[in-house]
């Protein structure tokens, strides 16, 4: 018993291990409900194409979220970055306008960014209020500067931009997979081994404190916001070369799946710890779920009760294994067994005796 719960203890230390082991439960699961989809190979290249821009704003989230604060902004950069990428391209019919698209893009989403993270560092103006009104600003600015219409770039196809980024490798697996694991890889290395991450780590614990250790807080919050701007519109130039086209409220359907993301994945949402492989593992649960549960002939209207309950237990069991509450549960189910065993002992000598 001992044994296995040392294992257990120290399996719950491997980051993102339990929420690894939840996708691989999801994936059996829907393997034995709907093997005609989930035996052949088409509908996980479906979930590296479609993830990916979840994923990437998902991941810029998760170090906000670490910090004890909150972006609600970036589905705006999302549809903003779009646009400045779709709009270089239609105007200007040369090679280099994509690869100058491309950069004035993320420069928007490193302006924006800027400007969250001022008015919250220097101001002192709440995150979720600045964030919030952010939102609605920019996709109104972008709502304006597209007149409500949409940017055909179908053009982009075949171009090198667009096959270094949303290319098929080998003509099977999306490429913007392989830049989210990349990235996942280098913001794991900079949350976990780089000071700016220890100094995030530290605002998140106790800004306070972090302040007496000689960390600059308002400057990592201004950082903080910038990095994740950029990281927001990289997410809106994955998914604007992918479907080819720009529209003007695209990146609305990106908050609740990647909040999920990285709250299912470990982050503590009242800051000070966070968790890349769980937030990379997250976004695919929550990638996963709803194609799955409609691929098992689940009526529709089981789809978000289904979700709900897999998001909850996988919560719950990222506490239970990931805060080593293991070896106390296992006591209590022993506790609950013994007594029975012993009632029951204690029953056999009377019976003996009445006979």
């Not at 018993?1 to 040392?6: E, K, L, P, S």
């Not at 391209?89 to 800027?114: C, N, Q, R, S």
């Not at 909040?259 to 990638?287: E, H, M, P």
Request: proline residues 4%; charged residues 10%.
């Amino acid at each position: 018993m001992r044994r296995a719960r040392t294992i257990v203890t120290f399996l719950g230390r491997i980051e993102g291990l339990p929420i690894a082991l939840v996708l691989v439960a999801l994936y059996i699961v829907f393997i034995l409900t709907a093997p005609r989809v989930f035996l052949g190979y088409r509908i996980y290249m479906s979930f590296l194409q479609t993830v990916p821009p979840v994923l990437v704003c998902a991941l810029g989230l998760t170090f906000v979220i670490t910090a004890g604060e909150i972006d609600l902004s970036f589905p705006a950069i999302v549809a903003a970055s779009g646009f400045v990428f779709a709009w270089m391209f239609k105007t200007f019919d040369a090679p280099w306008a994509i690869w100058i698209g491309f950069v004035l893009a993320l420069a928007v989403g490193a302006l924006i960014g800027y400007i969250n993270g001022w008015l919250i560092a220097k101001i002192g103006v709440p995150s979720i209020m600045a964030t919030l009104a952010a939102q609605f600003f920019w996709y109104g600015v972008t709502i304006l500067l597209a007149g409500g219409l949409q940017l055909d770039i179908s053009g982009i196809r075949g171009s090198i931009p667009h096959s270094l980024f949303v290319g098929r490798l080998f003509d099977v697996v999306p490429v913007q997979a392989l830049w989210g694991l990349a990235l996942a890889a280098f913001l794991w290395f900079i949350l976990n081994r780089h000071a700016f991450g220890e100094a995030i780590l530290f605002i998140g614990d106790n800004p306070e404190v972090a302040r007496v250790m000689g960390v600059n807080v308002e400057a990592t919050r201004i950082k903080l916001f910038t990095m994740n701007g950029v990281i927001a519109a990289f997410a809106g130039l994955l998914l604007t070369m992918e479907i080819n086209v720009f529209f003007p409220t695209q990146g609305q359907g990106f908050l609740l799946p990647a909040l999920a993301s990285v709250f299912i994945g470990g982050t503590s949402i009242a800051g000070g710890q966070g968790t890349i492989v769980g937030t990379f593992f997250g976004a695919y649960i929550i990638g996963s779920l709803e194609a799955g549960v409609v691929a098992s002939r689940i009526s529709g209207y089981w789809v978000q009760l289904v979700q709900g309950v897999v998001m909850a237990a996988v919560v719950i069991l990222n506490i239970v294994i990931g805060e080593g509450r293991v070896a106390r549960l296992s006591d209590r189910i022993r506790h609950w067994i013994m007594p029975a065993r012993l009632s029951s002992a204690a029953e056999l000598p009377r019976t003996d005796a009445q006979r």
